[in-house]
């Protein structure tokens, strides 16, 4: 069975420092990958996503993340962070059996907190 | 362009009790799922709606069904409220059910059950 784990429960960053969320994910396959953002009281936004190709992918609000298959990884990463980026984060993986759909698959989130 | 839409949004309940949530998808989409968020963790898929049948169920009892309609809305239907039922319960649209479908959440539904 698929899994994600996200290491990190918490991380506390100043405003302005450069950011890295990890991310670990169990497929036997080529995963697809997501990274999603829910700030308090809110549904999930989308901030990216991996499905083939280049391994670095650029999302929203000036977030990247890079997919490193012989590391099993998707850390997401932000070069400056911004007080407004405070939120939780949560890496997934689609699950790909057969007649799964795109079920996804959560890890357990980080939550970011900014000083200022 | 109306994203993922849920009512409503603050839900309080009690023990044995049933609740119905609902959901309408982002415009053009298809396809409703339903997770489950308890406090602190991450969403938990309940079940994939898709040309108004049940597609895909994760590990959920049968206390907990749903139903698509023609106009692609979706309810949730949960029995015999528990305790343990109490979360924050998101509804995602995409079109169609390919892993690469990205699925577009709504601002969910908070449970409460005393």
């Known amino acids: 069975a698929q899994s994600v784990t996200q290491p990190d429960i918490h991380i506390t960053v100043s405003e302005g420092a450069s950011l890295e969320l990890r991310c670990n994910y169990s497929y036997g396959a080529t995963p697809y990958l997501f990274w999603y953002v829910q700030s308090p009281g809110q549904g999930l936004q989308l901030l990216l996503k991996?499905?083939?190709?280049?391994?670095l992918v650029q999302g929203i609000k000036g977030f990247e993340a890079e997919f490193k298959r012989s590391q099993s990884s998707f850390n997401l990463r932000k070069p400056s962070v911004h007080w407004s980026d405070a939120a939780e984060y949560f890496c997934a993986v689609a699950n790909l059996n057969n007649n799964a759909g795109n079920m996804l698959t959560f890890g357990g989130g980080t939550r970011l907190m900014v000083k200022p | 362009d109306a994203g993922v839409t849920q009512s409503p949004t603050h839900l309080i309940k009690t023990r044995g009790q049933q609740v119905t949530l609902r959901c309408s998808p982002k415009?053009?989409?298809?396809?409703v799922s339903w997770y489950q968020q308890a406090l602190g963790q991450g969403p938990q898929f309940i079940f994939q709606?898709?040309?108004?049948?049940?597609?895909q169920r994760g590990n959920f009892p049968d206390r907990f069904s749903g139903h698509q309609f023609p106009n692609y809305s979706s309810e949730l239907n949960v029995n015999a409220l528990l305790l343990g039922d109490s979360a924050l319960y998101l509804c995602a649209s995409s079109l169609r059910t390919g892993p690469t479908d990205t699925q577009y959440f709504g601002p969910g539904t908070r449970l409460t059950v005393l």
């Open positions: 709606y898709y040309e108004e049948e049940e597609r």
């Open positions: 991996y499905f083939s190709g280049d391994t």
């Open positions: 415009s053009g989409h298809d396809t």
